[in-house]
């Protein structure tokens, strides 16, 4: 699977867009970019993802290089409930490859 | 729909003992997951399925024990407890949405459990 590489925390403040970079400078061509999100305690949320071309749904958007070897995930306009650990996650699309693995993901703290 | 139930929500438990943490789906999801949080970490994979009768080892697996009987359930056992399994378990069910390779993930609440 490809590695993915996130800065360990960021903080944004209320309101602002908040911009989480993520780093998959080895995927291969059949693998998706996944976010979630964990906010303190609960279960994991999906919130978006993509392949080749940038995404947007009602939680947030998706942009994706040319090259696929990195992605932001955008929080228009983040709020305090924001506030999570975010994970990006990428992984093939077939069979039991589809499995995710999550790794250490960003800290989001919103400001108010 | 009430999603992916999981339970116990919280269960302690002492060295050898044994036990089953239940999780059950009710959106008809082909594919389902446990997976374990340590304090700090990520989520790690136990076991998985990709359907009724299939199941198949993750990153984690020794010390856990998986069936999948029905599309509904996909029960985790603790053959005999060891305080490393202290952690916070989730399952996870999800589908692969039409036309995509994409496997999106509903999460359950959680089961945190500690072993003495």
């Given amino acids: 699977d490809a590695k993915t590489t996130q800065p360990t925390s960021m903080d944004c403040a209320e309101g602002r867009a908040a911009n989480l970079p993520c780093n998959h400078s080895t995927i291969s061509g059949n693998e998706y970019v996944y976010w979630y999100r964990q906010i303190h305690s609960q279960g994991p949320q999906y919130i978006i993802h993509g392949l080749k071309n940038n995404e947007t749904n009602e939680m947030a958007s998706l942009i994706i290089t040319e090259d696929r070897k990195s992605s932001t995930l955008i929080l228009p306009h983040a709020t305090l409930r924001d506030t999570a650990v975010y994970y990006c996650i990428v992984r093939a699309s077939r069979g039991s490859a589809r499995q995710l693995t999550f790794g250490s993901g960003t800290q989001l703290t919103v400001l108010p | ?79 005999s407890a060891a305080p490393s399994q202290t952690s916070v378990y989730f399952c996870a069910s999800s589908y692969v949405p039409r036309g995509s390779g994409a496997n999106v993930l509903t999460f359950g609440a959680g089961s945190r459990l500690t072993v003495l």
């Fill in chain 2, 1 to 79: 729909n009430a999603g992916v139930t999981q339970t116990p929500k919280f269960q302690v438990l002492k060295t050898g003992q044994s036990m089953t943490l239940q999780c059950a789906q009710d959106m008809n999801h082909e594919y389902m997951s446990w997976y374990r949080q340590d304090p700090g970490m990520g989520l790690r994979l136990i076991h998985y399925s990709v359907g009724a009768g299939i199941t198949d080892q993750g990153e984690v697996p020794n010390g856990y024990n998986v069936s999948r009987s029905t599309t509904e359930d996909f029960p985790l056992r603790l053959l």
